[in-house]
């Protein structure tokens, strides 16, 4: 792919129009794709005559999980901010490397900690990585084992908020990784290769160099159209979010910070799937956990909601408690009630 091609692609996926530009923290591992990124952003925004040096920030945050193959990572991608003329924040890992807590996704939500702390830091609009169409069909396929709804199906979202005022984006959804392989050595442009994401003992490693490679001998267009379902699954749940949105306008919600109270006459004639997700709605409203929640438990919510009262009284099941422990207990034939004894603490998705 030439560097043409490869900025003409990124500016259609850029989420605001040229001339328009907000800061851009953009998070660098040292990796093929990440700095693939780095590189087409400044082209694009020179050749759309702006300052790369005034719009973007590299931000890299070393896990300390490879000792000095980690330490290395972090000095070529200071060393590449310095060649680019750009502003680098550095951030390292404070958790020891022994700590079993260290799980893919506990890496990973301290490493968006870092990145949402980077761009308030630089006032920055947004928070860019250079997650490419492989990491979506790998995401997809992952939830798809796990098990997942429809929601989850969709993958990575383009463009997501990361915190007040401040947009995650993802710009390179549509390459491939020969694509951004291609664009680098047309610069040049040398790159990391992480070890660690050759170790098979972590599942999305497994899915990339097992899983996939076997499905693509038996269908090669299977990474499409695991993309193809990611793209279907967010044309449907964009609806549904349009029904719920409507019917959410007219429920008599009382929030606080703790618990909520719904009045649930509105939900009464309304299809068990579409009050379930008026219900994740609600319950993502009041920052409590969502990733512990499966279908089991957004059936037996909506099932609280709209069996009839007598029913579960009868049955001794007018209250459950739910992961993140919140209790949720139907009052009457109208009322339900959601409570925690905990803050709210969101649990924020890749």
């Known amino acids: ?38 590189r087409g952003l ?19 945050f070393n896990h300390l999980l490879r000792g000095e193959e980690s330490d290395r990572d972090q000095q070529f991608v200071g060393d590449l901010a310095t060649q680019l003329g750009l502003k680098c924040a550095i951030g390292q890992d404070q958790a020891p490397a022994e700590n079993p807590s260290r799980s893919e996704d506990s890496l990973r939500r301290r490493r968006y900690v870092f990145l949402e702390v980077t761009a308030r830091h630089w006032g920055a609009r947004y928070v860019a990585t250079g997650h490419t169409r492989d990491d979506q069909s790998e995401t997809v396929l992952f939830r798809l ?7 989850g199906l969709r993958g990575m979202a ?25 664009y680098l050595r047309s610069l040049g442009q040398l ?16 899915i990339r160099h097992e899983i996939l490679p076997l499905l693509t001998q038996l269908h090669p267009r299977v990474v499409d159209n695991l993309v193809g379902i990611a793209e279907a699954a967010n044309e449907y749940q964009q609806t549904i979010d349009g029904i719920v949105a409507s019917l959410l306008r007219h429920l008599t919600i009382d929030r606080q910070p703790q618990h909520v109270r719904i009045d649930l006459r509105p939900l009464a004639d309304a299809p068990e799937l579409i009050v379930r997700e008026a219900l994740k709605q609600v319950w993502a409203g009041q920052r409590w956990p969502l990733g512990e929640m499966n279908r089991g438990h957004w059936v037996l919510l909506a099932r609280l909601a709209l069996a009839p009262y007598d029913e579960l009284r009868e049955t ?10 919140i209790r949720v207990e139907r009052i009457d034939s109208s009322t339900l009630e959601l409570m925690t004894s905990s803050p709210a603490n969101g649990d924020r998705q890749s």
């Open 145 to 151: 084992l796990r098990g997942t709804s429809i929601s």
């Open 42 to 60: 400044c082209q694009l925004l020179a050749g759309q005559g702006g300052d790369p040096k005034q719009l973007l920030v590299v931000a890299h």
């Open 158 to 182: 383009t463009t997501r908020p990361l915190c007040d005022d401040v947009s995650l984006i993802r710009p390179l959804l549509w390459a491939r990784r020969s694509d951004i392989e291609s």
């Open 316 to 325: 001794h099941q007018t209250a459950q408690t739910f992961p993140g422990n």
């Open 1 to 38: 792919m030439t560097p043409h091609e490869f900025t003409e692609r990124l500016s259609r996926a850029w989420p605001e129009p040229a001339g328009t530009r907000h800061r851009t923290v953009v998070a660098v591992s040292g990796g093929a794709d990440s700095v693939a990124l780095l």
């Open 191 to 206: 790159w990391r290769d992480d070890r660690s994401n050759q170790q098979l003992d972590y599942s999305r490693n497994r």
